[in-house]
């Protein structure tokens, strides 16, 4: 086939495979006469294997991966799926590579036709070809339609959400904590909160552990790095406070995680948010934009495999460059392509002084849940100018940082 030639089905079962040099992440789109998507159930890819009508498989990365389309199951309103593919390395184009789509007989496997787009350059993502209703008979369209900017592009085109930048939102009214069960530590009150600037009471004295790392116990007053290196849970706080003296030097947050059950690479997105004394959205740093706030905050840049030990992605942090009104930073991961953190193991956090090396905090998080996003900690700077570290480990459904604002303002 040639771009634009069409061909009939006489078969109700189509198969198409998308054959490259390299290995490729192939989708099917279910679109309605206005070219979109009815919802994101209507994305059929590798995470999301099967909609109504229209199945994915996966080569394995030894064959190629397929997109089937059953006509007679597909419903009312769809007037086409369109084939696109990827390379699923990320950045990677087109350049170079062939990929060919070969239409088959999903029952018998009888060749239909076979389709190489031309002449590729740029793109990184591509429409090869569509499955469409005309005259209320079925065929097969050759496209090689390219994108530069990435499934995000096909993703926009047809409608599948990508979070737009929500609307600011109003800080909510004070809200008093609950009464611990023992004395807290007595802090400053926190900006977030409104509350008067009076001076600090005393810190009351914390035990002394039995052994490092000091882990924070249920319930128990905030911590502070005297005692060592500090394993926070859920909900739990440290201050960043050693020998008296608040943290104010450059640290690194380091974030890591592993593939679960032996699968496919994990390409996730670590990032951090700044917000002013109201809630307010200061600026996202990210693999898209590496340093914010005149370089007090900076990125590491893009991991995409999540493979090998160590931290995946550092967030380096310089306490005492940040801006005034930059008061409240959450830490987020989010995954794009889509694949939740049920599919992630070992994922955590660690604060790190850049200077010495020395690990000063870590959150390990230990539970998962079938989201593309998580929060994982939040630093709140205080009245008397110490920072606080909050483990969160909280998930949201939002596959980039933009969709992680609201709720992360939400939850400083």
């Given at each position: 086939m040639?771009?634009?030639?069409?061909?009939p089905?006489?078969?109700?079962?189509v198969?198409?495979?998308v054959?490259?040099?390299?290995r490729l992440d192939?989708?099917?789109?279910?679109?309605?006469?206005?070219?979109?998507?009815?919802?994101?159930?209507?994305?059929i890819?590798?995470?999301q294997?099967s909609?109504?009508?229209v199945t994915?498989?996966?080569?394995?990365?030894?064959a190629?991966?397929s997109i089937?389309?059953?006509?007679?199951?597909v419903?009312p309103?769809?007037?086409r799926?369109?084939?696109?593919?990827s390379?699923d390395a990320a950045?990677?184009?087109?350049?170079?590579?062939?990929?060919?789509a070969t239409v088959?007989?999903?029952v018998?496997g009888?060749?239909?036709?076979?389709?190489?787009?031309?002449q590729?350059?740029?793109?990184t993502a591509?429409?090869v070809i569509?499955?469409?209703?005309?005259?209320?008979?079925?065929?097969?369209r050759?496209?090689?339609q390219g994108y530069?900017?990435?499934?995000?592009?096909?993703?926009t085109?047809?409608?599948v959400s990508v979070?737009d930048?929500p609307a600011p939102?109003?800080?909510?009214?004070?809200v008093?904590?609950p009464?611990?069960?023992?004395?807290p530590?007595?802090?400053?009150?926190?900006?977030w909160?409104?509350?008067p600037?009076?001076?600090?009471?005393p810190p009351?004295p914390?035990?002394?552990p039995?052994?490092?790392?000091?882990a924070?116990a249920p319930?128990?007053?905030?911590?502070?790095?005297?005692?060592?290196?500090v394993t926070l849970?859920k909900?739990?706080?440290?201050?960043?406070v050693?020998?008296?003296?608040?943290?104010?030097?450059?640290?690194?947050?380091?974030?890591?995680?592993?593939?679960a059950f032996r699968?496919?690479d994990?390409d996730?997105?670590a990032s951090?948010?700044?917000y002013?004394?109201?809630?307010n959205?200061?600026?996202?740093c990210?693999?898209g934009?590496?340093?914010?706030?005149?370089?007090?905050?900076?990125?590491?840049g893009?991991?995409l495999?999540g493979?090998g030990?160590?931290?995946?992605?550092?967030?380096v942090?310089d306490?005492?460059?940040?801006?005034?009104?930059a008061?409240?930073?959450?830490?987020?991961v989010?995954?794009?392509s889509g694949q939740k953190f049920?599919?992630?193991a070992?994922a955590?956090?660690?604060?790190i002084?850049?200077?010495s090396?020395?690990?000063?905090?870590?959150?390990?998080?230990?539970g998962?849940e079938p989201q593309?996003?998580?929060?994982m900690?939040k630093?709140i700077?205080?009245?008397?100018?110490e920072?606080e570290?909050?483990?969160?480990g909280?998930?949201v459904?939002?596959?980039?940082?933009?969709g992680?604002v609201k709720?992360?303002s939400?939850?400083?």
């Open positions: 040639t771009p634009g030639s069409n061909l089905l006489h078969t109700a079962r198969t198409v495979d054959a490259a040099p390299v192939v989708s099917g789109l279910l679109l309605t006469a206005d070219g979109k998507v009815r919802s994101d159930a209507d994305f890819f590798y995470n294997p909609g109504p009508g994915y498989r996966s080569g394995g990365g030894s190629p991966d089937t389309v059953d006509t007679a199951a419903p309103g769809i007037e799926i369109v084939v696109t593919a390379p950045g990677q184009t087109f350049q170079g590579v062939e990929p060919t088959r007989d999903a018998g009888a060749v239909i036709a076979t389709f190489t787009p031309p590729l350059g740029s793109e591509l429409v569509e499955v469409y209703q005309r005259g209320g008979a079925w065929k097969v050759a496209v090689g530069a900017n990435g499934l995000a592009g096909i993703a085109d047809f409608g979070e930048e939102v109003a800080a909510p009214a004070p008093a904590p009464a611990p069960p023992t004395p530590t007595q802090h400053a009150p926190s900006p909160l409104g509350g600037t009076t001076p600090a009471a009351v914390q035990a002394a039995s052994a490092p790392p000091v924070a319930g128990a007053g905030k911590i502070n790095l005297d005692k060592g290196r849970q909900n739990q706080t440290v201050s960043l050693k020998g008296g003296r608040p943290l104010l030097s450059q640290v690194k947050m380091g974030l890591g995680w592993e593939p699968g496919r994990i996730l997105d951090v948010i700044a002013g004394p109201q809630r959205h200061l600026d996202s990210y693999f934009k590496l340093s914010i706030l005149n370089g007090a905050i900076k990125h590491s893009d991991n495999t493979e030990a160590g931290d995946d992605e550092v967030i942090v306490l005492g460059r940040l801006p005034a009104d008061t409240g930073l959450v830490f987020t989010n995954s794009f049920t599919e992630v070992k955590y956090c660690r604060l002084d850049a200077a090396g020395e690990e000063l905090v870590r959150f390990d998080l230990t998962a593309t996003g998580v929060m900690a630093l700077k205080q009245f008397s100018g920072w570290m909050t483990a969160l909280d998930f459904k939002s596959r980039t940082v933009r992680m709720p992360a939400q939850a400083l």
